[in-house]
Nanobody, 127 residues
Framework: QVQLVESGGGSVDVGGSLTLSCVHS????????MAWFRQAQGKEREGVAS???????GYADSVQGRFTISKDNDKNILYLQMSSLQSEDTAMYYC?????????????????????WGQGTQVTVSS
């Protein structure tokens, strides 16, 4: 059974940094694409960063240059390094995974029907 478990969220001041982790079961292998999504209160969920099965990455314009997605295949962990955090980054962050052949990393940000989702980790950025 595939499980995704996020951690690393918390409260941070504007300009601060956080690294989120998503531990996934070994069933998620190199065929899978993975992504981070976020949902702020009262807003729709949006794709933040993605990593395709070929290792290519994609980022939302709002986080480009500030966030970095990466994965450690040996440890089965997906990361999201976040820096220069702004109040607009406050949201629940989720990781997602699925086999999505032929879809670019950029397009993965707009896929909404990932099969596997984590429970989320809250990030709060305050001034």
């Amino acid at each position: 059974q595939v499980q995704l478990v996020e951690s690393g969220g918390g409260s941070v001041d504007v300009g601060g940094s956080l690294t989120l982790s998503c531990v996934h079961s070994g069933s998620i292998d190199s065929r899978y694409s993975m992504a981070w999504f976020r949902q702020a209160q009262g807003k729709e969920r949006e794709g933040v960063a993605s990593i395709a099965s070929d290792g290519s990455t994609g980022y939302a314009d709002s986080v480009q240059g500030r966030f970095t997605i990466s994965k450690d295949n040996d440890k089965n962990i997906l990361y999201l390094q976040m820096s220069s955090l702004q109040s607009e980054d406050t949201a629940m962050y989720y990781c997602a995974a699925d086999i999505v052949p032929g879809v670019s990393a950029w397009a993965l940000l707009f896929v909404t029907d990932y099969t596997y989702w984590g429970q989320g980790t809250q990030v709060t950025v305050s001034s």
